[in-house]
């Protein structure tokens, strides 16, 4: 945890927000597996952690600002739970350490909500993203599970304050990044030739552990990098394949990285290879490098698919005017998903709050329509303040080229017979973290291997 008053300040900042009424939070339970005593990795619920501070599962915890109250349910360990599990802090311990006295049994917080129900007051609660919690607050509020209607005042309040990251959160996600960057590091030692993509997961996933971390999210490791979320990883790696590792820890305070590197799984690029990284790493490196406070976060994702066609135009595979082709979404065929995200206590921060209240503002609402748009996840002017991911890449997914080429879709801009060539080429990607400045932005962490010189440089090392 950090220091109490940095929760104090938190809930304050809060409360300044929110007009009346009762904010409720709930914290995440164990979820089992396959029985309820056998439960996956527990994970505190991100708002939670960032207000309380207190990951143990099964409590609740609300700020009354009527009452003035802050309040934290839980129950203490039973004598029977001691027996399984022994002697733990008290939650009443956790609760102080987070600036709070007030802790009660579980129990009672259905009583204080039936009660301020009954006069009307206002009880304001986050999406539910859980069957737990579903349950748990149609209980709470004697609702049917349709008539459960989050609070926008309190979702708008949390993000406002939690998009903008305090010092003591980027010295966290500082961590994160740099644990991550070594973690990259290794697997770019370890990929050989003749190893299974797993095998690189657990190599990475024990140094996580080494280092007080767990997966952000879980691993992509594979030589299929157009599967743009691909979490198979029984293929073996063979000269000529590119690995594409898109990984990142959690610090043990919940903080996120998110970083991918595209490495040849032999010692070097193919010359293709290499033409098509470089096309990527330029609209990486054009992209991220207009970030600034005021800058609409569209104009990286607009910027980075204009550099993808411009490189995709150099090697033939498109034709005609870059702009006009940017216009007809003509990148999508090779750039299908955003160019990146908020990134804090989620690695998709906050993305349980809603991506119209998280990335978009009420006069720029998001385009849910068209393809390649739609995935993107932030639309809206940076701030100071701000973590955002910048992930440029090219999938080249052979049942998409079929598609459009069999309706010989936007044929005015796409070579199809040259696309033809690349059909099975796989994917690149390239993610860093950036943290936003006043006057600009700064890449997070002590910056990794990027360039086709930098990373065929340790592979000549690798094996
Ligand atoms: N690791 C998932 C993403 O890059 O968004
Ligand atoms: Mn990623
Ligand atoms: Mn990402």
Redesign the pocket.
């Known amino acids: 945890m950090f220091s109490k008053e940095i929760y104090l300040n938190r809930r304050q900042e809060l409360r300044n927000r929110i007009r009346g009424g009762i904010m409720l939070f709930l914290g995440n339970v164990e979820m089992p597996m396959n029985y309820a005593d056998n439960p996956f990795p527990f994970r505190q619920d991100s708002s939670f952690l960032y207000y309380f501070g207190i990951s143990v599962p099964g409590i609740a915890a609300l700020i009354d600002q009527d009452e003035d109250k802050t309040i934290v349910f839980g129950n203490e360990l039973s004598l029977g739970e001691i027996v399984w599990m022994g002697r733990q802090e008290t939650l009443r311990s956790k609760a102080e350490k987070s600036g709070i006295n007030d802790t009660r049994p579980f129990e009672e917080l259905s009583v204080y909500l039936r009660n301020a129900l009954k006069k009307g007051r206002e009880i304001h609660f986050l999406p539910p993203y859980t069957a737990y919690q579903q349950f748990l607050l149609c209980e709470l509020c004697s609702c049917n599970i349709n008539e459960l209607n989050a609070s926008a005042e309190f979702i708008k309040a949390i993000v406002a304050q939690r998009s903008v990251k305090q010092p003591e959160e980027i010295k966290e996600i500082e961590k994160a990044v740099n644990i991550s960057n070594e973690m990259h590091l290794l697997a770019m030692q370890l990929a050989k030739p003749g190893m299974k993509e797993y095998q690189l997961v657990s190599a990475i996933e024990k140094f996580a552990a080494d280092n007080e971390c767990r997966f952000s999210y879980p691993a992509i490791m594979t030589i299929r990098g157009e599967i743009l979320h691909n979490h198979f990883r029984s293929n073996t790696l063979k000269e000529g394949d590119m690995v594409l590792n898109?990984s990142g820890v959690e610090t043990a305070k919940g903080y996120a990285a998110?970083l991918?590197r595209t490495f040849p799984a032999g010692k070097k690029f193919s010359s293709r290879q290499k033409e098509m990284y470089n096309v990527v790493l330029k609209a990486f490196e054009d992209a991220h490098s207009i970030m600034r406070p005021g800058l609409n976060y569209k104009e990286v994702h607009r910027t980075a698919s204009l550099r993808l066609i411009e490189g995709l135009f150099d090697l033939g595979l498109l034709k005609g005017n870059p702009e006009e082709a940017l216009v007809n979404n003509v990148h999508t065929l090779f750039f299908q998903c955003g160019v990146?995200?908020m990134?804090g206590l989620d690695?998709?921060d906050m993305e349980n709050l809603g991506e119209q209240f998280v990335g978009y503002t009420d006069e720029e609402p998001k385009d849910t329509e068209t393809f390649g748009w739609k995935s993107l996840r932030l639309g809206r002017p940076l701030q100071e303040g701000f973590v955002v991911?910048v992930?440029p890449g090219i999938y080249m997914i052979p049942e998409l080229i079929d598609h459009w080429s069999a309706e010989n879709r936007l044929a005015d801009f796409i070579n199809y017979h040259k696309v033809m060539e690349y059909r099975d080429f796989g994917g690149i990607r390239i993610?860093d973290n950036f943290l936003i400045t006043k006057n600009g932005f700064r890449r997070i962490g002590n910056g990794l291997s990027k360039t086709v010189e930098e990373i065929e440089e340790l592979r000549s090392r690798a094996y």
């Open positions: 898109d998110d991918t990146g995200h990134m690695v998709h991911t992930e993610e």
